[in-house]
């Protein structure tokens, strides 16, 4: 087991709460909910403020209108009644004013502006159905104004300008306006403070599974269960799936590996037992002893190289068998110099394969080993694609293997313990690793007259 | 012969050093890496035997390390583990030859004697001048058929200057390969074994084959047949 290693962190609170999933939520949701409860609540106020101003306009020329309907002209001088149907326009400061000019001179003003002074007025010329809308202070307040000018025709025939003038007080509109804010603002916070709490009461539920996921787990640890349970929602199960079939590909291999221990240990007692009984019979055979301790060194070296062939399968990479063989006939060259050898290769390049380079180097090596050991002169090794499999051939001009003999060297899984001393592992070794990966193994005789060993490793498909 | 025995299990060192001796070799030998390297570079061996997993400095980087010094003599490594990497690697680094622990004796003698054999350009175990014939892998010597009984320290001597025939050997280099440190190199001891040698060899005075250069050592003189 792999030892991980827990990287350094600052001890910092805020960076802290980064490790858990909620808090960054929470993080994220406390930082930017703020800024959108504040957008939408100044573009509330914005139209709201908006459509104050638009239905004060309307009120103020519904103003305007009555006045006009209202206003009569005899002999040449207009004339507005004393009692004007808006009760606020005969109240004094009521804070609706309203008044008409005409060249200049205010010719009309309503009873409610008997004690209040009217700003400046807007000296612009009359033109005929203008209107100007503006904002000023009457008195001390803030007031909205509204102009209009009409030209009136006289019983003389002479045309008149004149220009009605609607004065509204705005206190009461901000005040509203201000209660609004109030209200809004109110709303508003108490809306994100609600929010940020259901979400993380939505985070807890929501991450509830992984705490599930936790306690599964201690349960695996504590051997009470043997996977994990995938009642998980869709996001996390194939997590779970995957995590599952690991542990399940894990336990099979302690499996294997309990087994392989068992056998060893096994099939090593009876070469013990053997050496015992010699030595209490009382005359110590060194052949015999000899021969026993032969024995478990083929056991041991056999379940040693199967564990190496059996582990690395599971990492499968592209590897180039060129090198490989390059390497070991380099190696076996030095080995085996007094017999002054003549090796010839002919390799496909690349020769590509995926797997374990050192399932590879254990199975060539010992074929190679072999040639050179067994050859008289001569080592051929050949590689090369066909019909979707790698073929290498190793030929030599030894002494060749007898065909009665030919299917038992082969023999898959023939057990080191069970084979006679002597015969050797390396061939055992070669068949294991092959049939792991689906290949075969087969063994001719070479066109020098000696053995031909002929590897097939079909080749996984390039998807 | 001079080997050099670089081995970390106590017991293996000591009964491979008593083996190798029994067989006639001078042996040092050495229990870590960095003992091993510094005695592997500063003595002129015959023969190193080295095993691969060595505490302070490995085999494979050893070995590197001493064949980069120019160091030519055989090495063969000693592994445990035994799968095709680690040999390649050690043959790549610049061993000779490998052997798979355990191993019999027997084994071990065998390799011992070809790396040593094939080191001195000898391809044949029997190494025959003339009338006399020097079987390395029996460590005999006999002269028209007949064997002599000679000591080892004589049959040593001897097996130094017919691996190097025709070169003039000093005294000092011959009791550097042959005897151990602690040796007394006193210059008669090797006079004496020259002399019996010579006798035995050659007990009429014929064929002459060991040659005295004055002031510089001796020299076999025959040439291979």
């Known amino acids: ?463 | 012969m001079r080997l050099l025995v670089i081995e970390d299990e106590p017991q293996l060192n000591e009964s491979l050093c008593l083996f190798l001796q029994q067989q006639g070799y001078v042996v040092d030998s050495a229990a870590d890496g960095k003992e091993g390297l510094y005695l592997a570079e500063e003595h002129p061996y015959d023969l190193a035997i080295v095993d691969l997993g060595l505490p302070e400095i490995d085999g494979i980087e050893l070995i590197k390390q001493v064949r980069q010094k120019q160091k030519s003599y055989p090495i063969l490594i000693l592994t445990a583990r035994g799968n095709w990497q680690d040999k390649v690697s050690g043959l790549e680094a610049g061993a000779d030859d490998y052997l798979v622990k355990p191993f019999h004796n027997e084994e071990l003698r065998a390799r011992v004697n070809a790396l040593i054999r094939r080191s001195t350009g000898h391809a044949s175990p029997v190494l025959e001048f003339g009338p006399i014939a020097l079987d390395t892998a029996a460590k005999t010597v006999s002269v028209n058929g007949q064997v002599l009984e000679l000591t080892s320290f004589e049959y040593n001597t001897l097996e130094y200057l017919v691996h190097h025939a025709g070169k003039v050997i000093s005294k000092i280099e011959l009791t550097e390969h042959l005897y151990d440190q602690d040796f007394d190199r006193d210059s008669n001891t090797i006079e004496v074994f020259i002399g019996r040698l010579r006798k035995k060899l050659d007990p009429d005075g014929e064929l002459k084959p060991i040659a005295t250069m004055r002031g510089q050592g001796y020299r076999f003189t025959l040439e291979r047949t």
């Open chain 1, 1 to 463: 087991m792999l030892a991980l290693k827990k990287p350094r962190r600052p001890n910092w609170k805020f960076v802290k709460n980064f490790d858990s999933l909620s808090g960054r939520l929470i993080i994220a949701s406390v930082l930017v909910l703020p800024i959108f409860v504040l957008m939408s609540g100044v573009a509330l106020d914005r139209s709201f403020a908006r459509s104050q101003e638009v239905a004060e306009l309307e009120r103020m020329r519904v103003q305007v209108y009555l006045l006009l309907g209202a206003a009569e002209i005899f002999d040449g001088q207009i004339w507005l009644p004393d009692q004007l149907q808006e009760p606020r326009f005969n109240q004094p400061e009521s804070g609706l004013y309203a008044r008409v000019t005409g060249n200049d001179q205010v010719l009309w003003q309503s009873p409610s502006a008997l004690m209040t002074t009217f700003p400046e007025s807007n000296a612009s010329p009359l033109f005929t159905g203008q209107e100007i809308y503006w904002s000023t202070t009457v008195g001390d307040k803030a007031a909205k104004a509204l102009s209009f000018d009409v030209a009136w025709d006289t019983e003389d025939g002479l045309e008149k300008n004149y220009r009605f003038e609607v004065y509204h007080d705005q206190t009461a509109v901000t005040a509203e306006r201000a209660s609004y804010q109030r209200q809004l603002w109110r709303w508003l916070g108490s809306m994100t403070i609600l929010l940020i709490v259901i979400q993380w009461a939505i985070q807890l539920w929501g991450l509830r599974p992984l705490k599930g996921l936790a306690d599964d787990l201690g349960k695996l640890h504590s051997g009470e269960n043997l996977t994990l349970s995938e009642n998980y929602p869709a996001e996390i199960k194939p997590v779970i799936q995957n995590l599952n079939e690991v542990l399940v590909a894990e336990r099979e291999q302690r499996d294997r590996y309990r087994h392989t221990l068992g056998d060893l240990a096994h099939s090593l007692k009876t070469p013990l037992a053997v050496i015992r009984s010699n030595l209490s019979s009382g005359e110590l055979q060194r052949s015999v002893v000899n021969e026993q301790i032969t024995r478990m060194d083929d056991i041991v070296r056999h379940q040693l190289q199967r564990s190496v062939s059996q582990s690395g399968n599971s990492v499968k990479r592209q590897c180039d068998l060129k090198p490989i063989i390059e390497r070991l006939l380099t190696a076996l060259g030095k080995v085996y110099r007094d017999k002054n050898l003549t090796i010839t290769t002919d390799l496909a390049e690349p020769c590509m394969m995926a797997g374990d380079e050192s399932d590879f180097m254990e199975m060539l090596g010992n074929l190679l080993d072999n040639a050179c050991k067994y050859t008289h002169q001569q080592v051929h090794v050949a590689a090369y694609e066909q019909a979707e499999e790698l073929v290498i051939n190793i030929s030599d001009d030894g002494p060749g293997v007898p065909e009665h003999k030919r299917a038992t060297i082969l023999q898959r899984g023939a057990r080191a313990d069970t084979a006679q001393s002597g015969q050797g592992i390396g061939l055992a070794v070669v068949v294991d690793i092959l049939s792991s990966y689906g290949g075969s193994l087969t063994v001719d005789e070479s066109h020098f007259g000696g053995a031909e060993f002929t590897i097939e490793l079909p080749i996984p498909s390039r998807a």
